[in-house]
């Protein structure tokens, strides 16, 4: 989110050790209450980690994904409830039901390939259809932001359209259903020659050029445990990405304590020993240390004063993450815009009802 700077430390109080995530907006600074944890001062920084972060797969949306993966279900409607208005269905559509569902889908995945349709109703008389081209997810911790830009993006198209057409009346239109096409590109396990699982980082720390080339061999557990450890966190406030420490391993000579106290006291400095990364799947699995070759630039937040400009429709983004969006999108050239007959009724015999106790609207997946 723009307009605010985040900052990550801790403090310690007698035995007692807390996370912060402050962000300053406005002037003002604001102790964010969704991100703060505190555990025993002795205990490892993953301690502050173990038990969030995680997207744990309920019994019933396990049982929900098999039959998904049966029925090889590609299309989902998201369906808004009577009388609930086009941005409120809109805003947690696009911030809760289809992220959910993504992050479901995810499960078992390397990849998500998807694609957003809108069906609109211009002056509630008539329907069209705004449907987004299809973007590529590499990294579960890039669906909320690409879902974000694809919002935009077809909202954009679809506020041009009315204002083309309906320039008096441009506001009044309504969207009912989404269509959520998803194509699930399942993971590969690792061969018998013992390669390591292929792995990426989320675009946001992809594009900063901080880290080595994966190693073709794992790194051993004794190299991990003199190794200063990091793993993402997502605020479920501001949707922000970043990285906490993990573990922070010992100098290599004893003689240098003082150091490894100036390390634990201040985390995101370079401290001792190599960096690596701790790439983890959905669900929180370990799967692979990535090292990091450039540890400030990677625990540098970006700043968001710097305009990027695109060279094609010349949009300007001061997130880089949105602007490589964008571009991966070819600016929405992609998009289609399509008129629905008057008489249009889509009918499906065969759906799969997804009503599990976090959805908060109707979601169907349609059995071909």
């Not at 557990?221 to 420490?245: G, H, K």
């Not at 880089?320 to 070819?330: G, N, V």
Request: glycine share 4%; aromatic share 10%.
């Amino acid at each position: 989110m723009p307009y605010f700077r985040s900052s990550y430390t801790f403090s310690i109080e007698g035995s007692t050790r807390t996370f912060h995530h402050r962000w300053c907006m406005a002037g003002r600074v604001y102790e964010c209450d969704a991100c703060s944890t505190t555990c025993d001062v002795r205990a490892a920084y993953s301690k502050h980690w173990s038990s969030v972060g995680r997207t744990l797969c309920s019994a019933e949306q396990r049982a929900l994904l098999k039959t998904i993966e049966e029925q090889r279900i590609k299309n989902f409607i998201l369906c808004s409830e009577h009388n609930r208005s086009t941005n409120e269905f809109l805003l947690d559509a696009g911030i809760q039901a289809i992220p959910q569902l993504l992050r479901l889908l995810f499960h078992n995945a390397a990849c998500l390939h998807f694609r957003l349709s809108f069906y609109m109703r211009a002056l509630n008389e008539t329907d069209l259809l705004f449907c987004s081209s299809e973007s590529a997810l590499e990294h579960h911790l890039d669906i909320s932001e690409t879902v974000d830009v694809l919002f935009l993006m077809l909202l954009e198209k679809i506020e041009a359209y009315m204002f083309a057409r309906y320039p008096t009346r441009a506001a009044e239109y309504s969207v009912k259903r989404i269509k959520i096409y998803v194509r699930r590109e399942l993971r590969i396990m690792a061969s018998a020659s013992n390669a390591p699982l292929k792995c990426i980082l989320p675009l946001q720390y992809r594009v900063k050029h901080a880290t080595a080339a994966p190693s073709a061999q794992p790194v051993s557990a004794a190299v991990a445990a003199d190794s200063n450890l990091y793993c993402f966190r997502n605020c479920a406030r501001t949707q922000e990405l970043y990285v906490v420490p993990y573990q922070l391993g010992k100098c290599p000579s004893t003689a240098c304590d003082g150091e490894v106290q100036s390390a634990q006291q201040a985390w995101d400095r370079i401290g001792c020993g190599a960096h690596y990364i701790l790439l983890q799947s959905v669900d929180g699995i370990q799967q692979q240390l990535l090292k990091i070759s450039n540890i400030s630039r990677f625990l540098r937040t970006d700043e968001e004063d710097h305009v990027h400009t695109c060279v094609q429709c010349k949009a300007n983004f001061t997130q880089r993450t949105k602007f490589q969006l964008h571009k991966a999108l070819d600016c929405g050239r992609g998009f289609e815009i399509l008129q629905l007959d008057g008489e249009n009724m889509e009918i499906y015999e065969h759906c799969l009802q997804m009503r599990c106790d976090n959805y908060n609207w109707p979601l169907y997946g349609i059995i071909e």
